[in-house]
């Protein structure tokens, strides 16, 4: 792939998610979220177990003391609880609140809604999610 073919699909995947955000930019500050605490809250799949700490900073690629100041705006706002890990008592997890589960639900459907990849036909997202997933580490 040329570079200039690399740059050009860098630059619009991170067009298309500050699209989003700021398509969405209504309904984040209607829950007081900011692009960082969204992303955080739908890292956390309230249907899957409990993230600790360490995962979910695994999974938005950021440092501990970031996901620390994250997790407190959420758990501030009632949208997360700080638990033990059963796994290791030593380690906390992040537990997505009912008022939490709702608030995931609107703003990942509104974000789901306002994408540019909406206006993609049905072949061509699932071609899309297959490139994506070629390039993307299996967790």
Same mark, same amino acid.
Not at 91 to 102: D, F, H, P, Q, Y
């Given at each position: %792939?040329? /570079?200039?073919?690399?740059?050009?699909?860098?630059?619009?995947?991170?067009?298309? &998610? %500050?699209?989003?955000?700021?398509?969405?930019? !209504?309904?984040?500050?209607?829950?007081?979220?900011?692009? #960082?605490?969204?992303?955080? $809250? &739908?890292?956390?799949? !309230?249907?899957?177990?409990? !993230?600790? %700490?360490?995962? @979910?900073? *695994?999974?938005?690629?950021?440092? #501990?003391?970031? @996901?620390?100041?994250?997790?407190?705006?959420?758990?501030?706002?009632?949208?997360?609880?700080?638990?033990?890990?059963?796994?290791?008592?030593?380690? +906390?997890?992040?537990?997505?609140? #009912?008022?939490?589960?709702?608030? +995931?639900? *609107?703003?990942?459907?509104? /974000? $789901?809604?306002?994408?540019? $990849? #909406?206006? $993609? /036909?049905?072949?061509?997202?699932?071609?899309?999610?297959?490139?994506?997933?070629?390039?993307?580490?299996?967790?």
């Amino acid at each position: %792939m040329p /570079a200039s073919d690399l740059v050009t699909a860098i630059a619009a995947t991170y067009d298309i &998610w %500050m699209r989003t955000v700021d398509r969405i930019g !209504p309904v984040l500050a209607e829950h007081r979220l900011t692009p #960082a605490t969204f992303q955080a $809250l &739908w890292a956390i799949d !309230p249907d899957e177990q409990p !993230p600790s %700490m360490k995962v @979910l900073a *695994e999974r938005l690629h950021c440092n #501990a003391p970031n @996901l620390t100041f994250v997790s407190n705006q959420l758990a501030g706002r009632g949208l997360v609880e700080r638990a033990v890990d059963p796994a290791d008592r030593r380690s +906390r997890v992040l537990v997505v609140t #009912a008022k939490g589960r709702r608030v +995931r639900d *609107e703003v990942v459907r509104a /974000a $789901l809604a306002e994408t540019p $990849l #909406a206006a $993609l /036909a049905d072949g061509e997202l699932r071609q899309l999610v297959t490139l994506l997933n070629r390039v993307l580490p299996a967790d």
